[in-house]
């Protein structure tokens, strides 16, 4: 059975940092593309970042030079480091793994629970 | 920037059938995928590549496409069905793009 479970979320002032885990379990994080997608308190979805099985990354320009994504492959881990948050950051994150339907284009089949970042004073 | 379109709420009563309509102008070009989000609960993928039911998901969750819009259709609505529906797809340069959600309340 495919699990995501998330953990790391809480509270940090304006320009601090915080690091998000994804723990898997049912499937292999690194040969597969995992994603992180974060919900504003009453919005709708965001895609902030992905990682490819190969590595590579990609990022929303919203978070981009300020978020990293990583994995542990020996952990069955993903990982978002975030620097320089802002207010604007306060969401739910979930992490996602994200399947290619065309060259380049992708969704998300499976969902951990999310955790919530509050980035206020 | 690129954008999808949903309608804010959509309403039925039970046993009917509910359409939800998304438009973007890519999506003759790029596939459509539907979550369901029920409060305090992730998204659950309940339609992939504008038409395809993944496993477990009940057989009255439908979707379809026609030119800049994509539809899902839920026959025979139940309770449960009550839920945040979103669209995705992407842009031209394949990044991510979500709908901004339609509430489906179930009378």
């Known amino acids: 059975e495919v699990q995501l479970v998330e953990s790391g979320g809480g509270l940090v002032q304006p320009g601090g940092s915080l690091r998000l885990s994804c723990a898997a379990s049912?499937?292999?994080?690194?040969?597969?593309?995992m994603s992180w997608v974060r919900q504003a308190p009453g919005k709708g979805l965001e895609w902030v970042s992905v990682?490819?099985?190969?590595?590579?990354?990609y990022y929303a320009d919203s978070v981009k030079g300020r978020f990293t994504i990583s994995r542990d492959n020996s952990k069955n881990t993903l990982y978002l480091q975030m620097n320089s948050l802002r207010a604007e950051d306060t969401a739910v994150y979930y992490c996602?793994?994200?399947?290619?339907?065309?060259?380049?284009?992708?969704?998300?089949?499976?969902w951990g629970q999310g955790t919530l970042v509050t980035v206020s004073s | 920037s690129y954008e999808l379109t949903q309608p804010p709420s959509v309403s039925v009563s039970p046993g009917q059938t509910a359409r939800i309509t998304c438009s973007g102008d890519?999506?003759?070009?790029?596939?459509a995928y539907w979550y369901q989000q029920k409060p305090g609960q992730a998204p659950v993928l309940v339609i992939y590549?504008?038409?395809e039911r993944p496993s477990g998901i009940p057989e009255r969750f439908s979707g379809s496409s026609s030119g800049t819009t994509v539809t899902l259709t839920i026959s025979g609505v139940q309770a449960e069905d009550e839920a945040d529906y979103y669209c995705?797809?992407?842009?031209?340069?394949?990044?991510?793009?979500f709908g901004g959600g339609t509430k489906l309340t179930v009378l």
């Open positions: 996602a793994r994200t399947r290619i339907a065309v060259a380049g284009t992708y969704y998300f089949d499976y």
């Open positions: 049912g499937f292999t994080v690194s040969s597969n593309y």
């Open positions: 990682i490819y099985s190969g590595g590579s990354t």
């Open positions: 890519a999506l003759p070009k790029q596939y």
């Open positions: 590549k504008d038409s």
């Open positions: 995705q797809s992407a842009d031209s340069s394949g990044t991510v793009v």
